[in-house]
């Protein structure tokens, strides 16, 4: 089977995938950004029903998907890859279950904006068994899934960080028109 990846699925695709390669520095990241505007309907909103998982073989380890049950956010697939960062399999858990109440009240307002129609990018960080920082990008693109709201996003794992890097930041975005809605600043650096 073929699976198209259009690059000019949505008139503004260009502009957003443009803007998410220059923030991430990921091919992958943009290579997925492009197959999901290639889902988009007739209706203007992305499926999970037309959602190919063999179109994208090189994505699902580190991709994600999940939905808001009330006003908490579920994973309902996770990748290998974003399981062995994590030290666990986060699949059916709840993230305020993962993260604690203190981080969740920082990160759940970036679900929220993938949740409300909008396409998030975050750079972040994990603290891994040594210790060491791993810093990684996510992509939040919102699906319709389960007849409620979900959200299919990507993991980038870079390496571990820089003693000044900048991490926990993000930019929510428009998915349909590329126009940045929100930004998120945490006050930590690694």
């Known amino acids: 089977m073929e699976c198209p990846i259009i690059i000019d699925s949505h008139p503004n695709d260009l502009p957003l995938a443009q803007r998410i390669l220059e923030i991430s520095r990921s091919d992958l990241m943009v290579k997925f950004f492009r197959y999901w505007s290639s889902c988009i309907g007739e209706d203007g909103c992305v499926d999970r029903r037309n959602i190919d998982p ?22 309902d697939l996770v990748g290998t890859t974003i399981c062995e960062a994590n030290g666990r399999d986060l699949t059916g858990m709840f993230l305020d279950e993962f993260i604690g109440p203190a981080k969740y009240r920082e990160v759940f307002p970036m679900f929220e904006a993938a949740l409300a129609g909008n396409a998030v990018y975050y750079r972040g960080q994990l603290s891994s068994k040594d210790r060491s920082h791993i810093i990684f990008d996510r ?46 600043q945490f006050e930590r650096v690694l």
């Open 139 to 184: 992509l939040s693109l919102p699906i319709r899934y389960r007849g409620a709201d979900g959200i299919l996003a990507m993991n980038v794992y870079a390496r571990p960080g820089a003693a000044s890097e900048r991490v926990n930041w993000g930019y929510a975005y428009d998915a349909f028109t590329g126009r940045e809605t929100r930004r998120f």
């Open 54 to 75: 063999l179109c994208m073989k090189e994505f699902l380890p580190c991709l994600f998907m999940g939905h808001r049950e009330g006003k908490r956010f579920r994973y």
